[in-house]
């Protein structure tokens, strides 16, 4: 299993990025499919979910409105769009594929900052 995590960044508040995880080594189609994000000094934090036909999503209240989590079975990919960006955003953006192993990326570096 791999996933890599891309398109972090920094960011103006307000602000727009885009993030990617592009997943290999399982079948993506059949796997619900997460993102969490990590702070500075503070534990992993769960942001969305979308389930393998992309037909259900769910956001934390913190992100609920603003982000909007997507998939690409044919790509094997799965996105996190963030709009409206505010400075507690600021955080290690991890994808997440939730077995019993619970596999993540690397993460990809958002900062939000004037």
């Known amino acids: 299993v791999q996933l890599v995590e891309s398109g972090g960044g920094l960011v103006q508040p307000g602000g727009s990025l885009r993030l990617s995880c592009a997943a290999s080594g399982f079948a993506f189609s059949t796997y619900t499919m997460n993102w969490y994000r990590q702070a500075p000094g503070k534990g992993r934090e769960w942001v969305a979910r979308i389930t393998s036909t992309g037909g259900s999503t769910y956001y934390a209240d913190s992100v609920k409105g603003r982000f909007t989590i997507s998939r690409d079975n044919a790509k094997n990919t799965v996105w996190l769009q963030m709009n409206s960006l505010k400075p507690e955003d600021t955080a290690v953006y991890y994808c997440?594929?939730?077995?019993?192993?619970?596999?993540w990326g690397q993460g990809t570096q958002v900062t939000v900052s004037s």
């Open positions: 997440n594929l939730p077995t019993s192993q619970n596999y």
